[in-house]
């Protein structure tokens, strides 16, 4: 006799903010790709403006009750102006809130370059590290999901 799995496929939200888009586009695509070769889960991939607004949507997911999971990807950076670390700050807090009223896990993508310059030296750099950080992201949330399934 076999048995068959009927459950549902669990789904991921995967968050992403639109500054920087040709490099946050990178850990979007990673992820997706290591999603894909290494579980069956779903993604649903959504846009906010920036990294501040992560939060507040991972919330307003993580109630729905529909997702397992919920990965926020943003680049913030100091643009000449160093309000970029308490903007980083603000949105790790606000997903570990989120994390521990929800019961969701949430997983952080959110970087910040100590001094980001626009000039190809840096954006390559970081097109590159986003890679490896969506893959990273993609490792973390599949092995937390699995842990928690053990709970």
């Known amino acids: 006799m076999t048995t068959t799995d009927t459950s549902p496929k669990q789904t991921v939200a995967f968050i992403q903010a639109c500054w920087h888009r040709d490099i946050v586009d990178r850990c ?16 649903e991939c959504f846009e906010v403006p920036g990294a501040f607004e992560i939060p507040l949507h991972a919330k307003l997911l993580a109630q729905t009750g529909k997702y397992a999971a919920i990965v926020g990807a943003g680049l913030v950076t100091n643009s000449g102006i160093y309000k970029h670390e308490y903007v980083a700050q603000a949105v790790v807090s606000g997903l570990m809130q989120v994390q521990l009223e929800t019961s969701t ?37 599949i092995g937390t999901l699995e842990s928690l399934a053990k709970l």
């Open 28 to 43: 979007k695509d990673s992820f997706l790709s290591e999603i894909a070769s290494r579980s069956d889960l779903n993604v």
């Open 105 to 141: 896990p949430m997983f952080s993508v959110v970087l910040t370059p100590h001094n980001f310059h626009n000039s190809e030296e840096h954006t390559s750099f970081f097109r590159e590290h986003f890679v490896v950080k969506g893959a990273e992201a993609a490792s973390a949330c």
